[in-house]
């Protein structure tokens, strides 16, 4: 426009007056330059993160979906097991004594239960000779240990405990765990499992404690 002013009218001082408007106008433009270039990325980066947030979005739902499930698992397999002790339980009050592998499979679903409520912080080692499984015990002798152990031993994440579980050459089982006595202490079972070992087969359970809290009950062999 100003080199056609100046041909045509021959307007004077044209170099200084195109300086003059050329300044602002290469400030206008590099303004909106940058402003545009600010307001894509701008844009841009809010696209990413609303995509980032839909699949986090997408991801939270599927973790939540498969906890429901995982819970739902758990809960059925709880019931599945609690129902298991609680039909031993019933038909332990018509038997005087039990085989050994009838009282490890309750044993086993009793575990399960404690394991639900105690997670990693309760381990157990069993080691069961398949020698004497058909030897015989009371009922529910090897839970009344069990319990005893867990209820009288402090179970956390600073102390877990392990209860081992095994069988000797000389036909005793023995129940084991490291002595970790609670701040508070907890009563007893009340059961009397010596005393119910010397009225139905006239021996008696032995108890050590060192270490390790160790009761020892002897198998019966009902073909001797």
Not at 47 to 56: F, G, R, V
């Amino acid at each position: 426009v100003f080199v056609f002013l100046h041909r045509t009218f021959d307007i004077p001082a044209i170099d200084a007056m195109v300086r003059h408007y050329l300044h602002p106008l290469r400030d206008f433009i590099m303004a909106c330059l940058v402003t545009s270039s600010c307001c894509i990325i701008y844009l841009v980066r809010r696209q990413q993160l609303e995509l980032i947030e839909n699949e986090q979005l997408q991801a939270e739902n599927i973790r939540n979906q498969y906890e429901v499930l995982k819970n739902q698992d758990k809960a059925q397999d709880y019931i599945q097991e609690l129902s298991r002790v609680l039909r031993y339980t019933l038909q332990s009050n018509e038997s005087q004594s039990v085989s050994l592998r009838e009282e490890m499979e309750f044993a086993s679903a009793y575990i399960f239960l404690l394991k639900m409520r105690f997670e990693n912080n309760l381990q157990f080692d069993i080691q069961i000779g398949k020698s004497f499984e058909d030897y015989r015990l009371p009922p529910m002798a090897v839970q009344v240990l069990i319990e005893n152990a867990v209820k009288h031993n402090e179970i956390s994440d600073r102390k877990p405990l392990t209860i081992h579980i095994s069988t000797d050459s000389e036909g005793y089982l023995s129940v084991s765990n490291d002595i970790q006595p609670k701040w508070t202490a907890t009563p007893g079972t009340g059961i009397g499992l010596a005393k119910r070992y010397r009225l139905l087969f006239k021996q008696d359970i032995q108890i050590t404690e060192d270490k390790e809290f160790t009761v020892c009950i002897p198998l019966i062999d009902e073909v001797q």
